[in-house]
C-alpha cells in the first residue's frame, strides 16, 4: 500500500483536502483509506448504550455490526497508543492510503501551507519527507530553500489528486 501524509497545522484544511481528494482518487480508480490522528479524546460510543456498557465493564475489544458497517472499538487502558505502522498493518490492502496526523513520520507528505501566525512557520523546508506543498496564493519552494518541490494550488483538489496519482501512487 501506498501512504502518504496530509500534513499542516491545525485549521488549514487537511480534512477538507482528504475529503475533496477521495472521491476524485477513486474516479481515477484508486482504492483509498484514512487514518486520522486525534490529539483530543473522542468517544466513538454513546454512554449508556450496550457496547459502551461492555467496554466500561472491561472488555478489551467490542465490535459493532449494523446493516451497513461494522466497527471495532479497542480500549489500550494501560497500552501505548498504537504506532501507525501497527495501525497500517491493519487495514484491508488498498492503492493509497491517506494519513491525517504524525506529522513525523518517515512518509511521504503533502504539506498544506497558509500563513496563520509567526509561530506557526511551514514545516517543508526542513522536513525531507514533504514532497509538495499545496497552498493558496501559490509560493515558490526555492524561497524558502527548497527549489524543485512542487507547488500546488490549494484550490485545485483535481490537480491535486493528478499529482498523487502520477507521482505517489504510480513511482513511489
Not at 472521491?23 to 473522542?42: E, I, M, W, Y
Not at 501505548?80 to 491525517?100: A, C, F, H, N, T
Not at 496563520?116 to 506543498?133: C, H, M, Q, W, Y
Not at 507547488?151 to 504510480?170: G, K, T
Request: charged share 30%; net charge neutral; glycine share 8%.
Amino acid at each position: 500500500m501506498k501512504v502518504l501524509g496530509i500534513s499542516g497545522w491545525s485549521g488549514c484544511g487537511k480534512t477538507t483536502l482528504i475529503v475533496a481528494l477521495i472521491p476524485r482518487l477513486r474516479t481515477r480508480g484508486l482504492t483509498v483509506s484514512t487514518l486520522k490522528h486525534a490529539h483530543h479524546d473522542v468517544d466513538l460510543d454513546t454512554p449508556g448504550k450496550d457496547t459502551w456498557r461492555h467496554r466500561e465493564a472491561g472488555a478489551c475489544e467490542v465490535i459493532l455490526v449494523t446493516g451497513r458497517r461494522w466497527a471495532l472499538l479497542r480500549e489500550l487502558r494501560d497500552e501505548p497508543e498504537p504506532s501507525l505502522i501497527d495501525l497500517l498493518g491493519r487495514l484491508q490492502p488498498v492503492d493509497l492510503v491517506l494519513v491525517e496526523g504524525w506529522k513525523s513520520g518517515g512518509f511521504p507528505k503533502l504539506e498544506i501551507w497558509r500563513p496563520l501566525g509567526e509561530d506557526k512557520s511551514p514545516r517543508f523546508p526542513n522536513d525531507p519527507t514533504i514532497v509538495a506543498v499545496a497552498c493558496d496564493p501559490p509560493l515558490d519552494p526555492a524561497r524558502y530553500g527548497r527549489p524543485g518541490l512542487p507547488a500546488l494550488p490549494l484550490n485545485d483538489p483535481d490537480r491535486i489528486a493528478e499529482f498523487i496519482v502520477e507521482e505517489i501512487v504510480r513511482r513511489l
